[in-house]
């Protein structure tokens, strides 16, 4: 076998993700040297580190291109990190200064009479998390950080059992694996620690969960897929930080999630709906939920005469305090989304990316001044992240997600005397299940093989205020290269059209948000054969996590393809 040549780049810190969580370690840990090295100058005394190399990738086309999030954000994070964050013209949409909670029925509205305490967003932020990262980006070039847009990490490098850096994708292969006159290697990116912050189910995270056992002894994470558009509506409509959260319609109490809108600058506003990928229905399609709730009258007044003006997708790792792996190992560590880093009874995990990036880069700091890289050194990180505010707060909902598994109401007395008394009531651990074990069979969950369009509660969309998924992805800005393998690895075709057909009716078509799945019928020979759209894929990961066999496998497509967000 001839193995190929490839150019080989030697970094000290190399983070793997350009997500709010890398920004926020890489910025931290710049700053850190630099004042260590003032300290060394000015006190004749110490080893100063000098010209350590940090390098960010991203897979998106540029930095912000693929982050998306509510967003609320408690600014205690971003106030540690940037004191002067407004003066340097940090990206805000609002101070938050009115909000409600409201219970929604198919028709009506029943506002609560008060904010429930871990809901009360009072002096937050409302923001567009693609323009936070944006801006921090470019804080980070000013550092002298080396940021690297339209690259994918593929593959987690190791030497002698120790990870090593990662290895980008290849460009230029065909959609038969061929090599195309563009082609290009990838190339080997070396690091003495590498920092994994590649989001919600990261790929490369996935991959050192299990090789390094990380898991051992935690509950497996569960998700929520959020499906979000910006809109820009008539004047006065929406105040700039005015926040409405909302339960109930379109979910059943069976379902884990809820609404919500979000208040911005320039009469925009941010419209999303969260659903619990522990959901039951198989006939359930969060963005068909999402189009339901727009045309609740709440929202539909909102919107009512504006535009919308982008569409996306992600899911958010919301199995809480247990079900945070272990997250150091030899040469490297993990931060943010990819650690399940979420508080969920505060629907907030910008934060706490933030922190657990800081935290993380103190660690570093330490291991470069001590040039020990190993598992024993880095493992200071996940203590200071458990002792930490933000390890504090998850602490303190540690078994939220788990009290919806009994439905909505339930979960609302249970929780609510969890958070008064800091979740002193149920102490250990509630166990919970991976998200595809909780997808009934058609026939077990409707009583029949064939339920109705009114069983199944699907819409029509008319265009105006609901969009079907592929008029949505225009407005995502997702392109793909073409001409390249698909992304979506699907070990056994044969079990799409038997036994998943048999039983879950193919839910792919349903939970992927962007259209991704589509089963076609050969008109000449009558077979049934998977067409996938990858060209679609916003990157959510709902397949990675929901499908009933586990057999998707999302792999990074060529570096710079996905969705191009600006206001997400
Ligand atoms: Fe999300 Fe998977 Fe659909 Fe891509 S293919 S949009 S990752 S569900």
């Known amino acids: 076998m001839v193995v190929e040549e490839r150019e080989v780049m030697e970094v000290d810190v190399l983070f793997v993700g350009g997500g709010v969580a890398s920004l926020s370690s890489a910025l931290h840990l710049s700053r850190l040297i630099k004042e260590h090295n003032k300290k060394v100058e000015q006190e004749g005394k110490g080893e100063s580190l000098d010209e350590v190399m940090i390098a960010i990738l991203e897979k998106g086309a540029y930095v912000g291109a693929h982050s998306i999030s509510g967003a609320v954000i408690d600014p205690v994070s971003l106030r540690e990190l940037i004191p002067d964050y407004q003066e340097r013209g940090a990206p805000i949409e609002g101070e938050v200064k009115g909000e409600e909670v409201c219970f929604l029925t198919e028709t009506g509205k029943i506002k609560a009479p008060f904010i429930p305490p871990p809901l009360n967003n009072h002096g937050n932020y409302v923001i567009s998390l693609s323009k936070l990262v944006e801006w921090m980006g470019e804080l980070a070039e000013e550092m002298g950080i080396d940021i690297f847009p339209g690259f994918s990490a593929t593959e987690v490098l190791y030497e002698d059992g120790k990870v090593v850096g990662v290895r980008t994708g290849d460009k230029g292969i065909g959609p038969d694996g061929e090599k195309k006159a563009n082609y290009e290697p990838g190339i080997d990116l070396k690091a003495k620690i590498t920092v994994f912050g590649d989001g919600s189910r990261g790929n490369l995270t996935k991959e050192l969960i299990k090789r ?41 109490s069976e379902t884990y999630g809820g609404g919500f809108i979000y208040g911005m600058k320039d009469n925009h506003v941010s419209v999303g709906l969260l659903t619990g990928l522990d959901y039951k229905d198989p006939y359930i399609d969060p963005h068909m939920e999402f189009q339901k709730f727009k045309s609740h009258p709440l929202v539909a007044e909102l919107l009512k005469d504006g535009k919308i003006v982008q569409y996306g997708a992600k899911t958010v790792p919301v199995g809480g305090y247990f079900a945070i792996p272990k997250l150091s190992f030899d040469g490297g560590v993990i931060i943010g989304d990819a650690g399940g880093l979420f508080i969920s009874q505060k629907i907030k995990g910008v934060h706490v990316a933030m922190k657990s990036g800081m935290l993380a880069a103190e660690t570093i700091f330490n291991a ?35 009290t919806f598994k009994k439905g909505l109401w339930s979960a609302l007395i249970r929780s609510g005397i969890q958070y008064v008394l800091g979740g002193k009531i149920i102490k250990s651990r509630l166990e919970s299940e991976p998200d595809y074990i909780s997808l009934k069979k058609v026939k077990d969950y409707y009583g029949t093989d064939n339920p109705t369009d009114e069983q199944k509660r699907v819409i029509k969309f008319d265009g105006k205020f609901t969009f079907d998924k592929e008029t949505d992805v225009y407005y995502s800005g997702t392109t793909h290269e073409e001409q390249q393998p698909p992304h979506l690895k699907i070990a056994d075709l044969n079990i799409c059209f038997t036994k998943c057909k048999e039983e879950y009716q193919n839910p792919c078509q349903r939970f992927c948000p962007a259209n991704v799945y589509e089963i076609e019928v050969d008109e000449d020979t009558g077979e049934e054969r998977m067409k996938l759209n990858f060209s679609n894929c916003l990157h959510c990961k709902t397949c990675d996590i929901k499908d009933p066999y586990e057999q998707i496998n999302w792999v990074p497509p060529e570096g710079g393809g996905g969705p191009k967000y600006t206001r997400m």
């Open 212 to 252: 390094f056992n990380l898991d051992s002894g935690r509950n497996p994470q569960n998700y929520v897929v959020g499906v979000k558009e910006v809109w820009e509506v008539p004047e006065g409509r929406i105040e700039p930080g005015y926040v409405i959260h909302t339960m109930g319609y379109p979910h059943k």
């Open 368 to 402: 470069l001044i001590k040039s020990d890289f190993s598992e024993n050194m880095l493992s200071s990180y996940d203590r200071s992240l458990l002792e930490s505010s933000v390890g504090e707060e998850l602490y303190k909902s540690r078994n939220f997600h788990q």
